[in-house]
């Protein structure tokens, strides 16, 4: 057996060391935006496959039999890629995607919208806004010239930002007490996010609450249909270790 694990999340690598751990040959492939990526074990690829037609080839050509699409949540296109690739050449798939936050606690106090640009004008009223929406996020909001907005990325934006924006270069994880002292350092009155999931990067939701400031969040895109979800990466382990295809999944 060869499994193409996608993405370079953490469930990715947990993934990927429980079957090396089992002795099955794991190809990761990674993106290649993040500069320093966390490496799984067993074998990885950097870069993309050249949409669907080129991921299929590449299943064929690296004989793989089985395919765990553990990208992020917000990665749709590779997401749509590997359903397309799946369906052409027959080789199983799952989607390995971490649960997200709609049952936080708070939940239901958000302002929940579906992309960058309607966050922004949710958010519009917020003069120092804290952003933690992603790097590629950032020119749907780069018209925010007349406010202090605080913007949290992996790695240094590749654009010219607005005079009053301050960027921090950060990586989870994040701890509830210290999101509370950061947002009131810079006096931050609204967090804008992604409905990225995880425990990770949870901590600023809970320090929002804290300090009673509003939510704005950008809804997940649905995942391709027809493929099975399964939300860890013991859940991935087990589907793939029965050799399982995409109908055999029950949860």
Do not use: C, N
């Not at 079957?19 to 990761?28: A, E, P």
């Not at 690829?45 to 669907?52: A, E, L, M, T």
């Not at 990325?153 to 005079?163: G, K, R, S, Y």
Request: aromatic fraction near 6%.
């Amino acid at each position: 057996m060869t499994v193409l694990v996608l993405g370079g999340t953490g469930e990715a690598r947990e993934l990927a060391g429980r079957l090396d751990g089992d002795g099955v040959r794991v190809i990761s492939s990674l993106a290649g935006r993040v500069s320093r990526p966390a490496l799984p074990v067993g074998e990885v690829r950097v870069g993309g496959f050249g949409g669907p037609e080129g991921l299929a080839a590449y299943l064929q050509t690296a004989r793989i039999t089985f395919v765990v699409d553990a990208t992020h949540p917000f990665a749709a296109r590779i997401s749509a890629s590997a359903a397309a690739a799946a369906r052409a050449t027959g080789v199983p798939l799952v989607r390995l995607q971490r649960p997200g936050w709609r049952t936080h606690p708070d939940a239901d106090r958000w302002t929940w919208v579906a992309d960058a640009a309607a966050a922004r004008q949710a958010a519009d009223g917020s003069r120092r806004p804290f952003l933690t929406t992603g790097r590629q996020s950032l020119p749907d909001f780069l018209a925010w010239t007349d406010r202090d907005v605080l913007a949290r990325v992996v790695d240094p934006p590749e654009m010219t930002l607005p005079a009053r924006w301050t960027v921090l270069l950060a990586r989870g994880p994040y701890v509830r007490a210290a999101e509370r002292d950061l947002m009131v350092a810079y006096r931050v009155d609204g967090l804008l996010t992604k409905d990225s999931g995880g425990p990770l990067t949870a901590a600023k939701l809970d320090a929002a609450a804290d300090l009673g400031l509003p939510v704005v969040v950008i809804a997940r895109p649905p995942p391709p249909s027809g493929v099975p979800l399964v939300p860890t990466a013991a859940a991935a382990h087990r589907l793939v270790s029965r050799g399982g295809r995409p109908g055999d999944h029950r949860g």
